[in-house]
């Protein structure tokens, strides 16, 4: 029993000292484990609090530069809807905003687990207002919901109705614009050809005066004296020959009793013959270049008409342009129903003459040939026939003067003034021009009229001559113009005037051809050049126009009353849309060429009313001539009631108002509102706030920097940094941060 409890107490004595041997290890682990979380948790929650402060320093520095920039030019906002630095110092407002930001509450239990402190910002400014970029992107901001929607409710919409009429209008006009020069030239042509063939006959006249004089009737046998033609001598030659022969048989103790009379009979036979040679070798030259010339005209003649057809042919395969196509693409609401179309264009073949009439006119100069051919180889054998040294019989020579005589008479009763056979061929050729003169009086009517017009165009441009005020601020205007320019490196716009033709067919025709393009881009700002459209209409909101009312007495014709009442509506600032729109420096310039525009618009839309109006006068050259004369009164009286009223209707057939301020918004989508507009626009906007938009920013950059001291192991945090795995910097116990933000107006 003893031994085993000594047995027990030996074991026992030998599991307390092995005990005794690790005690403490399981401490040690523990503290070993817990150093590394702690380490870890250390490492993690500065890493956090770097992270978390990071993102806080971003929201801060935003928040700060959002005051700064808070800061913008209250001006320049509420006149023209456009954002820019108004001045001061941006630093120091960002810089207060962010101490304000960092500054602690009134409480003293509380716990800030980022304790962020500010140690430099900085703001670096760019993109002025006065740079077509920056400049350009806030008219869009402004302009991008509501200048789409007004401009085609207001504008486009009124139009589209108008499309396919002025579409045929402008076909047409095109067409008889190219018809009615061709058309005179040719009828110039036949003109010419008939006029040489009856000069080619009446040169036949000179050589019949010296046969026969008049042509008609016999010749009676006459005693010698003078001899001044053919006639003469076939007449004398009896009384020749019997004193010849008293002479010759006398004896030869009486001398000759005639000698001196037949001598000067056979002399001035002698230059009568000579004179009649030569006459009727200078009617052949003369007639064969006449001739010639009646061909070529005839030839030309046959020329131009081709070219009549083939202008009728190039037209029926064309269109007037891609605008009006794109017309039936507008969906547009509540527009009116198209207006009628003139039909004048399939009646231009009437103008044509027909191969068959040409082909008779080239017979006809055929036998005037050969008519000729005939009568001159008569005339020509009289010479040899009537010589008195050859000794012909007197009836035989009476004949042969009688026969040469009859031919060329003939001759020139047939194709010489008043002659059967060419008067036959000149009605013939005026049957297709019946209405030729009532068409010539049209025109003549027509550029009456377009004169009148282009009077108070001039008047327009010579307002303000004495408006010394309105000059100097249109020379600082301008000044300010080109400094935008050289600022933006751009280069400067030619502007655009309306053509002032004195033909009232190229009249006509520059206004059809300002529809087509003013069509094409109202097609394209909808369908595609916003950018176009938001400039146009950002022009016609934010700046004033010119009082049309001011111009009522100058449409009447009345310049001297309104000239002086005029100078005070003469200064930029009120015609500040017409001057972005032309850019003239002077102060009647923008308006005359504000009205001349308006006036082509309204020529080429009654012009295409004139077509349906005038279409029952048959004749298209004569219908075309009275649509003119119609579009150019009732566009006379569009531009007074323009004036009175401020608007106008559209078209008779559409009738919807358009107002002058109207007609501006649609030249300023036409002419395209390109940077030359830009400039001009900021040099108002220079001239009437005194800033200079080129040294307002739109954009601003800053830098903030923040610190925050470590709570744990900065040194641990410092080798993470050259890691990259913490952003920013260490230096000692603070962790540094630069944010940096960014804003645009």
């Not at 036979?269 to 006449?290: F, I, K, T």
């Not at 027909?354 to 040939?369: G, I, V, Y």
């Not at 010489?416 to 021009?433: L, P, T």
């Not at 279409?615 to 006379?636: H, K, Q």
Request: charged residues 25%.
């Amino acid at each position: 029993m003893k031994r085993q409890m000594a047995t027990r107490i030996r074991r026992a004595k030998r599991l307390t000292s092995r005990w005794r041997q690790t005690d403490g290890s399981v401490s040690v682990f523990l503290i070993m484990v817990l150093a590394f979380v702690f380490l870890f948790s250390a490492v993690l929650i500065d890493y956090a609090r770097m992270a978390a402060a990071s993102v806080q320093g971003e929201r801060l520095s935003r928040a700060g530069l959002h005051s700064a920039m808070s800061a913008y030019d209250v001006e320049l906002m509420e006149r023209y809807g456009l954002f820019a630095f108004g001045g001061g110092d941006g630093d120091e407002i960002m810089a207060r905003a962010l101490a304000e930001s960092f500054h602690k509450s009134g409480r003293g239990d509380g716990f800030n687990l980022i304790t962020l402190g500010l140690d430099s910002s900085t703001i670096e400014w760019s993109r002025p207002l006065g740079s077509y970029g920056a400049f350009r992107r806030q008219i869009n901001e402004d302009m991008k919901y509501k200048a789409p929607i007004d401009f085609a409710l207001e504008l486009a919409g009124k139009f589209k109705p108008l499309s396919g009429a002025m579409e045929e209008a402008s076909r047409t006009a095109d067409l008889f614009a190219k018809l009615q020069p061709l058309y005179d030239k040719r009828e110039a042509a036949l003109d010419r050809m008939l006029e040489r063939r009856r000069q080619a006959a009446e040169s036949a006249r000179r050589p019949l005066t010296l046969i026969k004089n008049p042509a008609a009737g016999g010749i009676a046998d006459s005693s010698i004296g003078a001899v001044t033609s053919a006639a003469d001598i076939a007449a004398q030659y009896n009384d020749y020959v019997w004193k010849t022969t008293l002479d010759m048989n006398r004896g030869p103790k009486k001398p000759p009793m005639y000698t001196d009379v037949t001598a000067s009979y056979l002399e001035q036979s002698a230059a009568v013959l000579s004179r009649l040679g030569g006459e009727l070798s200078a009617w052949q030259n003369d007639h064969a270049v006449l001739i010639r010339q009646a061909s070529d005209a005839l030839h030309e003649a046959r020329t131009i008409n081709e070219q009549i057809r083939e202008a009728i042919n190039q037209n029926k395969n064309g269109s007037a342009g891609s605008g009006y196509a794109s017309a039936d693409s507008w969906d547009i609401p509540n527009t009116q129903p198209g207006a009628a179309r003139p039909n004048l264009r399939e009646q231009a073949e009437q103008l044509l003459l027909d191969s068959a009439d040409l082909s008779r006119m080239e017979n006809s100069l055929a036998e005037q040939e050969a008519a000729y051919r005939a009568a001159h180889s008569r005339a020509s054998s009289l010479p040899e026939e009537i010589d008195p040294y050859w000794g012909r019989n007197s009836y035989a020579m009476k004949d042969a003067v009688t026969g040469a005589a009859g031919a060329l008479d003939a001759y020139l009763r047939d194709y010489g003034n008043g002659g059967g056979v060419i008067g036959r061929e000149a009605d013939e050729i005026g049957k297709h021009r019946g209405s030729d003169n009532q068409r010539k009086q049209l025109e003549q009517e027509a550029k009456t009229k377009l004169q009148e017009a282009l009077k108070i165009v001039d008047a327009l441009r010579h307002l303000g001559g004495g408006a010394k005020e309105a000059l100097e601020r249109y020379e600082l205007l301008n000044q300010y113009y080109e400094e935008s320019i050289d600022y933006n490196k751009g280069l400067a716009e030619s502007s655009a005037d309306a053509p002032a033709d004195s033909d009232p067919y190229a009249a006509e025709s520059a206004a059809m051809d300002q529809m087509d393009n003013l069509y094409e881009a109202i097609g394209s700002v909808l369908l595609a050049s916003r950018d176009r459209l938001f400039q146009s209409e950002y022009a016609a909101q934010y700046f004033p126009h010119f009082d049309v009312s001011q111009l009522s007495g100058i449409a009447e014709g009345s310049v001297e009353e309104v000239g002086e009442r005029l100078k005070e509506h003469l200064d930029p600032h009120s015609q500040e849309l017409e001057y972005i729109l032309y850019g003239f420096n002077h102060p009647g310039l923008n308006v005359g060429a504000a009205y001349s525009e308006i006036f082509a618009a309204r020529l080429a839309i009654r012009t295409m009313e004139g077509f349906v109006k005038r279409a029952e006068l048959g004749n298209p050259l004569l219908v075309a001539a009275a649509a003119l004369v119609y579009g150019l009164t009732e566009a006379v009286k569009d531009m007074i009631m323009l004036c009175r009223e401020g608007g106008v209707p559209l078209s008779e057939f559409v009738p919807v108002k358009l107002t002058y301020r109207d007609y501006l918004r649609l030249f300023l989508v036409l002419h395209g509102s390109g940077e030359a507009e830009l400039s001009r626009m900021l040099a108002l906007i220079r001239l009437n706030t005194g800033v200079n938009p080129a040294e307002r920013s739109t954009y601003a950059s800053a830098e903030v920097r923040l610190g925050m001291r470590l709570w744990f192991l900065p040194g641990i945090m410092k080798l993470l940094q050259h890691t990259g795995a913490v952003p920013g910097e260490v230096e000692g116990h603070t962790y540094f941060r630069s944010v940096r933000a960014d804003f645009a107006y």
